[in-house]
């Protein structure tokens, strides 16, 4: 060990990062930990937890509106946006002080520095300029939201970055992307009473997810009062005395409080030294691994956002816990991508777990479908226009569960007990002799007796 100041150097405090070093400090190593911004990383600072904090916020408005229906007569209500902020901010001072506490008392140094790698073993610290030299680096440094495509006048654009620290509500807000990030922020403005655009490029949103649950958001929002523009692309941003105003591939123009781009994360790689030590990126900038996290240059791995596996808190950590019980536990480990539960905190939510219907036809050939719309039970005296999709997608061969999908209320916390039952590889004959919770939306899981005809896919 006479060699290395350390066993394991660490650069970034984010899911990955933080998992890694303090399960490698449980199994003895010597570890530090570099982070250039905040401990906690993308999900704890400006992420899944403060996204979660406003979704709940903008939740509200559909409860004092529903609780009409019940008897309750619900005084004036209004929303005050710096008081969000303010206890948000609060909340994740609180939580990375624990992310320090939990890395300190394992034994682990933090360094509040940007930290770059000059060889195979060697990391530089730059507030100090100091060179730490590591029997193994760990490359954990996540990814950063891009203002693409660049446009003129698209310096008047924020991002994900810049939109927890508002100081006022926008008004009227244009949010530009299809995936979740985007969908996301469409429904925490509209449900805090924001006039929202929601603009992509796609003829739908969230590619990549099932057709009926692309089309079940779509229609949901488009009734919750979010402008869909599909199909379009802005071609330039202008200030005028009225806010920012956006010019459309249409010709027409949106004019707006506040443009919020939501097209893409790229790994954090420029500037880190990979080209010092012959680590060659992927196309995207991505650094390439194999399953064990492991670069083409063995003292060095991987773990997180920066390698473009699938960018999720949950897969981070996974990583990183599996990257230190191979390397200082013993316990060569690696993480299968294959079947991740995952949620969309849209209004209405979405859960899923496996594959897609198609998918799962691809790759699975003769797949059954089972379907359900229905109306929340809730909704009946709220008379609000809410409606539940449940689709679960079987694999004819085996009866195996391979894909299920749910757009409604708490369809987040039921795919992550629905993703045991898929992991574990259930069939659909283990679903139907499961006893029914109710009244529950859930139940509906457990009764979906007949399949509907499988139908092809319509969009790219
Ligand atoms: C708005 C938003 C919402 C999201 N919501 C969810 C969600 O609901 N569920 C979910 O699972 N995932 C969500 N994610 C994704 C999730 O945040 C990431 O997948 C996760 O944080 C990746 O962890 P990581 O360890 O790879 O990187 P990060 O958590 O990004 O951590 C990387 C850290 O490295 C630091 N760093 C970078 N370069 C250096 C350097 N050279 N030296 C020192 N430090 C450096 C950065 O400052 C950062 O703190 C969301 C992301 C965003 C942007």
Redesign the pocket.
């Known amino acids: 060990m006479s060699d290395f100041d350390v066993d394991l150097f660490v650069?970034?405090?984010?899911?990955?990062?933080v998992r890694a070093a303090r399960i490698a400090a449980t199994y003895g190593a010597k570890v530090m930990i570099?982070?250039?911004?905040?401990v906690g990383?993308?999900?704890v600072i400006?992420?899944?937890v403060p996204?979660?904090l406003m979704v709940y916020a903008s939740r509200f408005s559909d409860d004092f509106h529903d609780a009409a229906g019940f008897g309750w007569t619900v005084g004036p209500s209004s929303f005050n946006w710096p008081t969000l902020i303010r206890n948000k901010d609060l909340e994740i001072d609180r939580l990375e002080s624990i992310y320090r506490s939990n890395l300190e008392k394992a034994g682990v140094e933090i360094v509040d520095s940007?930290?770059?790698i000059e060889d195979a073993h060697t990391v530089r610290i730059l507030k100090t300029g100091a060179r730490v030299r590591a029997r193994y680096i760990l490359v954990?440094?996540?990814?950063y939201?891009t203002l693409e495509p660049a446009i003129p006048g698209g310096e008047l654009a924020i991002t994900?970055n810049e939109v927890f620290h508002l100081e006022a509500q926008p008004k009227r807000i244009l949010v530009i992307g299809g995936g979740y990030?985007a969908v996301e922020f469409a429904g925490v403005f509209a449900g805090l009473g924001s006039e929202v655009t929601l603009l992509h490029r796609g003829p739908k949103l969230l590619r990549g997810f099932d057709e009926d649950v692309r089309d079940a958001l779509a229609d949901a929002y488009a009734k919750r009062g979010i402008k869909l523009a599909l199909s379009m692309t802005v071609t330039r941003l202008d200030k005028t005395p009225d806010g920012i105003a956006a010019t459309l591939s249409d010709g027409s123009i949106v004019t707006v409080d506040q443009v919020l781009v939501a097209t893409g994360?790229r790994p954090?790689t420029a500037k880190?030294g990979l080209e010092n030590v012959g680590i060659t990126l992927d196309a995207v900038g991505a650094i390439p691994v194999d399953a064990y996290s492991q670069t083409v240059i063995p003292s060095i791995y991987a773990?997180?956002?920066?390698t473009n596996r699938a960018?999720?808190?949950?897969v981070?950590i996974r990583e990183g816990h599996a990257f230190a019980d191979t390397v200082f536990g013993d316990k060569p480990t690696s993480v299968d991508h294959d079947l991740i539960p995952t949620a969309v905190?849209s209004t209405p939510e979405i859960g899923v777990v496996g594959h897609s219907e198609a998918a799962a036809e691809e790759r699975y050939g003769e797949i059954d479908v089972y379907k359900a719309v229905f109306r929340p039970m809730r909704a009946t005296l709220s008379g609000a226009p809410d409606r539940v999709l449940m689709k679960m997608i079987v694999d004819k061969a085996t009866d195996k569960v391979v894909g299920v999908h749910i757009v409604g209320h708490d369809a987040g916390e039921m795919i992550q007990l629905a993703g045991i039952a898929v992991t574990m590889g259930a069939t659909k004959a283990d679903f139907d002799r499961t006893i029914a919770v109710h009244p529950t939306a859930a139940e509906e899981l457990v009764t979906m007796r007949t399949p509907v005809p499988a139908k092809k896919p319509v969009a790219a």
């Open positions: 650069i970034g405090g984010g899911s990955g990062g570099a982070e250039e911004y905040r990383g993308t999900c400006r992420g899944c996204k979660k940007r930290a770059v954990a440094v996540g990814a939201p994900s990030i994360r954090n880190l773990v997180g956002d920066v960018n999720l808190t949950p981070a905190f």
